[in-house]
């Protein structure tokens, strides 16, 4: 599970209980008490995030091979969004993430013009 990027998130704020004293919610995986995304957990969510991102990408540099992206920063936000009212199970955190990375894919593969 080592190739999950450094800067992905790595998980929500724990969900608490109220009361005097703050109780945080965990759950019993193999007999240990584990508060947060195991291990495998991130690597899913990263895979799903990453393959969002590729797909974005590729979208984004069809939408500008054809002529129908004028502004990218406008492209994006709307993108975000879109993303954002799907309803998929995303964090704040993750479509920030996601978007920084569809950002960066699309340039990667944009060619470079030549120059004069």
């Keep these: ?10 998980g929500c ?10 109780k945080y919610m965990a759950r019993k995986i193999d007999g240990r008490y584990v508060v947060g ?3 495998s957990e991130l690597h ?9 991102a590729q797909q974005l990408a590729d979208r984004t540099l069809r939408k500008q091979a054809a002529g129908l992206v004028s502004d990218l920063d406008v492209f994006y936000r709307e993108t975000e969004r879109r ?34």
């Design 13 to 22: 704020t724990a969900p608490t209980v109220p009361g005097a004293q703050p």
């Design 1 to 10: 599970m080592a190739d999950v990027p450094v800067d992905f998130p790595r």
């Design 83 to 116: 993303v954002r009212g799907q309803g998929w199970d995303l964090t704040n955190d993750e479509v920030i993430w996601l978007m920084k990375r569809t950002r960066a894919l699309a340039e990667y593969s944009t060619p470079s013009s030549p120059e004069d």
């Design 37 to 39: 995304l195991t291990e």
């Design 44 to 52: 899913e969510r990263w895979i799903y995030c990453e393959d969002l």
